[in-house]
């Protein structure tokens, strides 16, 4: 069974940052297309940002554009840099993983089949 880990998740301030990474236990991220989602109560899950594998083409929701940044590191984790964070961040927020690449579309979560248990962000002052 494919696991996906999230961590970084915390109580910050209006703009402040934070760094979420995204890891697994049973398969090699880098061979998948990644996605981060977030889920605030009351709210339907919306995505966030994804990246495809390889040339690492990146993807991002027009409410997030220029202040989150996706990336993949060296040790096959994928990482989401919040900054500039604002009460309406606030959410638990999710990466998951597939095996094809959506393109534009990458923020459908219907493309995704594994998925990790979240975690929170809370933005407050």
């Known amino acids: 069974q494919l696991q996906l880990v999230e961590s970084g998740g915390g109580l910050v301030q209006p703009g402040g940052s934070l760094r979420l990474s995204c890891a697994a236990s049973r398969l090699t991220l880098k061979n998948y297309a990644i996605g981060w989602f977030r889920q605030a109560p009351g709210k339907e899950r919306e995505g966030v940002s994804c990246i495809a594998r390889g040339n690492g083409v990146t993807v991002y929701t027009d409410s997030v554009k220029g202040r989150f940044t996706i990336s993949r590191d060296n040790t096959d984790t994928v990482i989401l840099q919040m900054n500039n964070l604002k009460p309406e961040d606030t959410a638990v927020y999710y990466c998951?993983?597939?095996?094809?690449?959506?393109?534009?579309?990458?923020?459908?979560?219907?493309?995704?089949?594994?998925w990790g248990q979240g975690t929170q962000v809370t933005v407050s002052s």
């Open positions: 998951a993983a597939a095996s094809m690449w959506g393109g534009q579309m990458c923020l459908r979560d219907s493309l995704y089949t594994a």
